[in-house]
């Protein structure tokens, strides 16, 4: 069986094409704010301003120090919530270790409005009344669902299984996939017997950040496969699910690098021209 490869560049450059000409109509703009120097933030940080680039959109990048403190971050949250010019802004994941047990906090301070990161309890709480009520969603899971519409996977009446219960991917993945009537199961860490659940999917989505984590005897014959995960090993990206094996037997599989990621930053940029549609 030869799988069909998902090409998450493909439907992100056809994304951010459609998007281009509500991006000149309106001018949005988005900031985002940095704390620190992770490495990985840099290299996120890179592609969604290389997106905003290539679809016109005005950004700015605002990189704080390490030590910043909470009450500074706060007082630059408040600056941007009350900044008209300002479309919509993130601040950027993970964060220095003396902020991270706040996450809630400084998630919860960003206006609604302005979340394009779509993480506060206002936007995620509409998601889950049904697929009419989603706008500001979390750009992974809407890159998810970006992929499978573009290939015309239906997920209707789908067992769907999900590696991951984060707040950002699993959950509010399960919540969308169930808004198009699929059936869902969500698995974790403390789940019995992984193998056998994923092993009975149609579609299996993997979000947990360990390098070739499913392996191909975990997967059905037919399935398709959508792999959330990036890791470095040896100094290349590799993603949750052991891609060359599992190819062997899916019908379809995103590749790792060039599957979801392109997808989820395409998706963020949608959610500022949305922001600024409902502004």
């Given at each position: 069986?030869?799988?069909?490869?998902?090409?998450?560049?493909?439907?992100?450059?056809?994304?951010?094409?459609?998007?281009?000409?509500?991006?000149?109509?309106?001018?949005?703009?988005?900031?985002?704010?940095?704390?620190?120097?992770?490495?990985?933030?840099?290299?996120?940080?890179?592609?969604?301003?290389?997106?905003?680039?290539?679809?016109?959109?005005?950004?700015?990048?605002?990189?704080?120090?390490?030590?910043?403190?909470?009450?500074?971050?706060?007082?630059?949250?408040?600056?941007?919530?009350?900044?008209?010019?300002v479309t919509g802004?993130?601040?950027?994941?993970?964060?220095?270790?003396?902020?991270?047990?706040?996450?809630?906090?400084?998630?919860?301070?960003?206006?609604?409005?302005?979340?394009?990161?779509?993480?506060?309890?206002?936007?995620?709480?509409?998601?889950?009344?049904?697929?009419?009520?989603?706008?500001?969603?979390?750009?992974?899971?809407?890159?998810?669902?970006?992929?499978?519409?573009?290939?015309?996977?239906?997920?209707?009446?789908?067992?769907?299984?999900?590696?991951?219960?984060?707040?950002?991917?699993?959950?509010?993945?399960?919540?969308?996939?169930?808004?198009?009537?699929?059936?869902?199961?969500?698995?974790?860490?403390?789940?019995?017997?992984?193998?056998?659940?994923?092993?009975?999917?149609?579609?299996?989505?993997?979000?947990?950040?360990?390098?070739?984590?499913?392996?191909?005897?975990?997967?059905?014959?037919?399935?398709?496969?959508?792999?959330?995960?990036?890791?470095?090993?040896?100094?290349?990206?590799?993603?949750d699910t052991?891609?060359?094996?599992?190819?062997?037997?899916?019908?379809?599989?995103?590749?790792?690098?060039?599957?979801?990621?392109?997808?989820?930053?395409?998706?963020?940029?949608?959610?500022?021209?949305?922001?600024?549609?409902?502004?």
């Amino acid at each position: 069986m030869s799988a069909t490869l998902l090409d998450g560049r493909k439907v992100a450059s056809e994304l951010i094409e459609s998007l281009k000409p509500k991006v000149k109509e309106l001018d949005p703009k988005l900031v985002i704010v940095q704390v620190g120097e992770d490495p990985a933030s840099e290299s996120y940080i890179k592609q969604k301003v290389k997106s905003c680039d290539a679809v016109g959109m005005r950004h700015d990048h605002k990189k704080l120090s390490e030590k910043t403190t909470l009450e500074e971050l706060m007082s630059i949250i408040n600056e941007l919530n009350s900044d008209d010019d300002v479309t919509g802004f993130i601040v950027q994941l993970p964060l220095p270790s003396h902020l991270q047990p706040h996450v809630p906090k400084i998630i919860r301070a960003i206006d609604p409005k302005k979340d394009v990161d779509g993480f506060c309890a206002y936007n995620l709480g509409k998601t889950f009344l049904s697929k009419e009520f989603e706008n500001l969603l979390p750009a992974t899971p809407a890159g998810i669902i970006s992929i499978l519409e573009h290939y015309k996977i239906d997920v209707a009446g789908k067992d769907v299984v999900i590696v991951g219960r984060s707040n950002t991917v699993g959950k509010p993945l399960a919540v969308m996939l169930m808004n198009r009537d699929a059936t869902v199961t969500v698995c974790h860490s403390r789940t019995k017997e992984l193998g056998l659940r994923t092993k009975e999917a149609d579609i299996l989505i993997v979000a947990v950040g360990k390098p070739k984590f499913v392996t191909a005897d975990m997967v059905k014959k037919g399935a398709v496969v959508i792999d959330v995960g990036i890791n470095r090993v040896d100094g290349k990206l590799v993603g949750d699910t052991d891609f060359v094996e599992i190819a062997k037997k899916t019908s379809a599989i995103t590749p790792v690098p060039g599957g979801v990621g392109p997808v989820t930053v395409a998706c963020l940029i949608q959610n500022v021209v949305r922001a600024s549609e409902r502004r």
